[in-house]
């Protein structure tokens, strides 16, 4: 390093540590709220890895994160401003010291999910990758989160697929009171790395040349395409686990005083003066210099606005996409599978920003056969085999979307979606709003869900219900080849996380008409498959062929029923159902999913709340019986809802008498 350099590398570490030193100052006076947690005895890792660093390069930080992103040229207004809930704030307040991210300068966001940053840069390195560019990426996280199991996930998939990412780990000694060695097996971190045949070295964390060293190398095989390299730097934290902790001892003085003595920013202090020619004047000036711009930022953040609720709704939900193509007129009959397949397909042809990844989504096709010949049409790049690591895919997607692609990841069987969950709930679905509402997050999980099949307890649930609790996400549910092809579409061109569920029955049934042409539905809007003025039946997914067979025979019953597909789960087009109750004064709601605390319920309370006094009757439910899915086959069919049960329901509401009894 020139002088210059040096100069910048030593600024770098006192603006961290002057930085959360005046926030643990704030966080007393109750400036700083909630929680906070000091960088202080850490700085020499964040600048001197960050300063092997180009712009274009990313970082994704942790918990612990205000040193990655001051290091990677963070300001410490807007810093400031986010600390204390400021709409000027790098987050306009919504995220606080936990998520702070920059992604103009690459910085992809601190985490307050242990481990999760691992996951998410490795998907941003993979996104690199496939958008061929030569910049490459540092994952900061502790000691603790070597023991998640998204480290071994992805450390293993970086691996294989030789993505140009370092692996950095903090080894404070501590996660949160628990020591390394009550938590890990082995002696040092970096003796993991060849378990996934990487270099991996352990470096003096607390000199900063050092480690700028060690990541320059694994920067320049990375970017020479080699592949990870894992870095684990010894270092020490000097405040507690946060500034919130007010834990009884667990580290002993004499710990924590040895470590004083070897700190990182009195070392290159020394080290500038005596091998690089400094004067004692020269470091006071950038002492003097951090100063002024500490006290201009805490002054920007004091005086600045608080956001306001209407900041907050807008960060929810990115726009949806509106379709603006005419609707092309069916042609010929396709399978269920043929129409995703169809979708995928026309879109990474028109969309190079598209891709497939999941477990055996290439070679065979997926074991639905939705994804069958994509890989002899786009190669393996876009229509990436996984190993069976469903937190990487679920990672790698996440990561890839907020990096400009738009991942398609398939779940071979929908209950895998419990290892999925950390990427789904916690981080694509908040992604944007912790950010302030400024990114998008524009990926697609799909596979195929449901029961019907006898696959039993753990192969056939049906689990909306989860993912339509959650703001932030989009529920798709097609119930035909045509609504599944113009559905996916839609999930494609969409900017935010959609959950794209496939019916297996769906999968096994009927062909139908699909149009050739690509096309889209509008998200948010339901269909009316069938008008009729009794009763309104909400039906979903491949119930809807089962509320259209009950129909049919309450025809001859004199009872006429207007079948409403949402098709949209979330966002629910809600008008259309009030619209219809308000015509026919009854609703039944029949889903394949749990009865209980299941979807129903919140359309039964939607329109209990808008449309109560247009209700003649008792608004019921048609659902799952409280129970997993039997093995046995006739069981099977007594768990999930029939036709039959379908036709009673409707019955009992419109003919009253048989509820009061
Ligand atoms: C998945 C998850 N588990 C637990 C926590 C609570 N927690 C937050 S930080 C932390 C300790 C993390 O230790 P380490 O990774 O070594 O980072 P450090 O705090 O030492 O910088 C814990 C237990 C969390 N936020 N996320
Ligand atoms: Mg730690």
Redesign the pocket.
């Known amino acids: 390093m020139d002088t210059k350099e040096l100069e910048a590398v030593y600024r770098s570490m006192l603006r961290i540590r002057r930085f959360d030193e005046g926030v643990a100052d704030l966080f007393k006076e109750g400036l700083v709220k909630g929680t906070a947690?000091s960088y202080v005895g850490q700085e020499a890792v964040a600048a001197g890895a960050c300063a092997a660093l180009k712009l274009e390069d990313f970082v994704v930080s942790?918990?612990?994160g205000h040193g990655h992103c001051i290091a990677k040229g963070a300001s410490l207004a807007k810093m400031m401003a986010e600390l204390m809930g400021r709409a000027t704030g790098y987050c306009k307040g919504l995220g606080g010291s936990m998520h702070i991210a920059d992604l103009d300068l690459n910085i992809l966001g601190a985490n307050?999910?242990?481990?999760a940053g691992i996951g998410i840069g490795s998907g941003a390195a993979l996104s690199n990758k496939l958008r061929g560019t030569d910049a490459v990426g540092v994952v900061f996280?502790?000691?603790?989160?070597c023991n998640?199991g998204i480290f071994h996930e992805c450390l293993n998939v970086a691996s294989v697929w030789k993505l140009g990412v370092v692996y950095l780990c903090?080894n404070?000694q501590?996660?949160?009171s628990t020591s390394m060695k009550d938590s890990t097996s082995i002696d040092r971190f970096s003796k993991r790395a060849a378990g996934y045949s990487m270099p991996g070295v352990t470096v003096d964390g607390n000199d900063v040349l050092a480690v700028h060293a060690a990541v320059e190398e694994a920067v320049a095989r990375a970017r020479k395409g080699e592949g990870p390299s894992f870095i684990e730097a010894l270092t020490y934290?000097y405040g507690d686990?946060s500034m919130r902790a007010n834990l009884p001892r667990y580290r002993t003085d004499d710990e924590v005083g040895e470590w004083r003595k070897l700190d990182a920013i009195a070392r290159f202090e020394d080290k500038l003066q005596k091998e690089h020619g400094f004067k004692r004047e020269a470091l006071d000036r950038v002492r003097a210099e951090v100063e002024a711009e500490l006290a201009a930022a805490k002054e920007f953040a004091v005086a600045s606005p608080e956001p306001t609720l209407a900041d907050l709704d807008d960060a929810v939900y990115a726009p949806h996409y509106q379709p603006a193509e005419p609707k092309p007129a069916a042609s010929r009959e396709l399978s269920f599978a043929e129409a995703i397949k169809e979708a995928l397909a026309q879109e990474m042809e028109r969309d190079a920003r598209v891709f497939v990844l999941g477990e055996d989504v290439g070679k065979i096709g997926g074991i639905f056969a939705a994804t069958r010949g994509l890989i002899e049409q786009f190669g393996g790049d876009r229509v990436r085999d996984t190993p069976i690591s469903e937190g990487a895919i679920s990672a790698c997607a996440v990561g890839a979307a907020i990096t400009g692609m738009r991942p398609v990841a398939e779940v071979q069987i929908f209950d895998f979606i419990t290892l999925m969950m950390d990427m789904i709930v916690n981080q694509s679905a908040k992604f944007r709003f912790m950010l302030g509402g400024k990114p998008t997050v524009p990926l697609v999980i799909r596979g195929p869900q449901g029961g019907g099949i006898r696959l039993a307890a753990q192969h056939s649930q049906s689990l909306e219900a989860w993912f339509t609790h959650v703001p932030g996400l989009v529920v798709l549910g097609p119930s035909s080849p045509y609504e599944a092809k113009g559905l996916l579409t839609s999930a494609m061109r969409e900017d935010n996380p959609v959950i794209f569920l496939e019916h297996k029955l769906l999968y096994v049934g009927k062909k139908a008409l699909v149009p050739e042409e690509p096309y889209a539905i509008p998200i948010g809007k339901a269909a009316i498959k069938r008008h009729g003025r009794d009763v309104t039946l909400v039906a979903t997914m491949a119930m809807v062929e089962s509320a259209m067979q009950a129909a049919t025979r309450l025809e001859s019953d004199g009872i006429d029923v207007e079948v409403i597909d949402p098709r949209t789960l979330r966002p629910l087009d809600e008008d259309t159902i009030i619209k219809s109750v308000k015509k026919t004064s009854r609703l039944v709601i029949a889903h394949e999913g749990w009865k209980r605390w299941g979807f129903g319920a919140e359309v039964s309370a939607m329109v209990a709340e808008k449309a109560i006094d247009w209700l003649d009757a008792p608004i019921l439910r048609v659902g799952a019986r409280d129970s997993p899915m039997p093995y046995n086959d006739k069981l099977e069919r007594l768990v999930i809802p029939s036709p039959d049960d379908i036709v009673e329901a409707v019955k009992a509401v419109v003919l009253r008498d048989k509820i009061e009894a």
């Open positions: 947690h942790h918990h612990r307050g999910i242990v481990g996280f502790g000691d603790g989160a998640e903090e404070n501590y996660a949160l934290r686990h």
